[in-house]
């Protein structure tokens, strides 16, 4: 696999992740691992996300300003920082879902043999 190649494939993963996180704080705002535990619920046990990627993409969407960050107390009663969607959030999450959905069905489509 070249450098290009391995460059793209993450881009791609990263594109995902960014879109499930997204999706996810838009239902409600919640702190890094609830976000987590929401994503693993939702995907009924399939996906994981581990801390390594979810907290740098957390600060990667509050960075570019599609999510925003509050601090408050977790259910556990520790001070964690809950995201919630921004405007930018919601137009980046819509425009994104409706590329994911020909994609994805793109995909489906060269694996059922067309």
Same mark, same amino acid.
């Given at each position: 696999?070249?450098?290009?190649?391995?460059?793209?494939?993450?881009?791609?993963?990263?594109?995902?992740?960014?879109?499930?996180?997204?999706?996810?704080?838009?239902?409600?705002?919640?702190?890094?691992? *609830?976000?987590? %535990?929401?994503?693993?619920?939702? !995907?009924? /046990?399939?996906?994981?996300?581990?801390?390594? #990627? $979810?907290?740098? +993409?957390?600060?990667?969407?509050?960075?570019? *300003?599609?999510? %925003?960050?509050?601090?408050?107390? !977790?259910? /556990?009663?520790?001070?964690?920082?809950?995201? #919630? $969607?921004?405007? +930018?959030?919601?137009?980046?999450?819509?425009?994104?879902?409706?590329?994911?959905?020909?994609?994805?069905?793109?995909?489906?489509?060269?694996?059922?043999?067309?």
């Amino acid at each position: 696999m070249s450098d290009k190649q391995i460059r793209e494939q993450a881009e791609l993963l990263q594109g995902i992740l960014d879109l499930l996180i997204l999706r996810t704080v838009e239902v409600a705002p919640l702190h890094g691992w *609830g976000i987590s %535990k929401s994503i693993r619920r939702m !995907s009924h /046990e399939v996906l994981t996300i581990n801390q390594g #990627s $979810l907290y740098p +993409a957390l600060y990667r969407l509050e960075t570019a *300003g599609l999510i %925003k960050g509050d601090w408050g107390t !977790s259910p /556990e009663g520790r001070e964690a920082k809950f995201y #919630s $969607l921004t405007r +930018a959030g919601k137009k980046r999450l819509k425009d994104e879902n409706t590329y994911w959905s020909v994609f994805s069905r793109a995909v489906n489509d060269v694996l059922s043999g067309g």
